[in-house]
């Protein structure tokens, strides 16, 4: 019987976390800057520009497991429980920085799927995927030939680098 679950990994779709990386990545949060079980859901949630919600069924929990563990604390704020790191918590998360930043380098990555949820892109991914579907149905059609495939490489880096020139920031920086 297949395993109904994916492996974590950066696409758009399917679990992010594997065993032990949202730990992981509420400890790195807290250790950033403290804060209240919803303002780390929050933080969380923006790594991934709304691609991955968390939920308090995950977070608090979670939360709670630091505390046990003696790696957060909790000081109450204006009757809410705010967590903070604790010197423990700190030394975790030094040894466990390079697995935190990759984390965050996948966070990153999925994060850039975010955008199709912005409202402006409906109107041009259909058009990109037909462009997509005449670039592959040539190519079938031309059975690999080489020149066909090189031609249309040519034609998607250009359309590519006409698109990139639109950019706002990119004008900024050449000085439009």
């Known amino acids: 019987m297949m395993n109904a679950r994916r492996a974590p990994g950066p696409g758009p779709t399917g679990r992010f976390f594997g065993p032990g990386e949202l730990r992981l990545a509420v400890l790195a949060l807290i250790a950033e800057q403290p804060g209240h079980g919803y303002q780390v859901m929050s933080r969380l949630a923006d790594r991934f520009n709304g691609t991955y919600e968390p939920s308090a069924g995950s977070i608090y929990p979670t939360l709670q497991l630091l505390e046990d563990e003696g790696l957060v604390r909790v000081e109450p704020d204006d009757g809410r429980k705010v967590y903070h790191v604790t010197d423990e918590g700190r030394r975790a998360a030094d040894e466990q920085a390079e697995e935190i930043e990759r984390l965050w380098g996948r966070a990153a990555g999925r994060a850039e799927w975010g955008m199709f949820r912005e409202p402006e892109a409906a109107e041009i991914i259909g058009p ?45 920086k050449e000085g439009r």
């Open 128 to 172: 990109a995927l037909r462009l997509v579907k005449a670039a592959v149905k040539t190519l079938a059609h031309a059975h690999g030939d080489p020149r066909v495939v090189e031609e249309i490489q040519e034609i998607f880096v250009e359309a590519r680098r006409r698109i990139e020139r639109l950019d706002p920031r990119k004008q900024w």
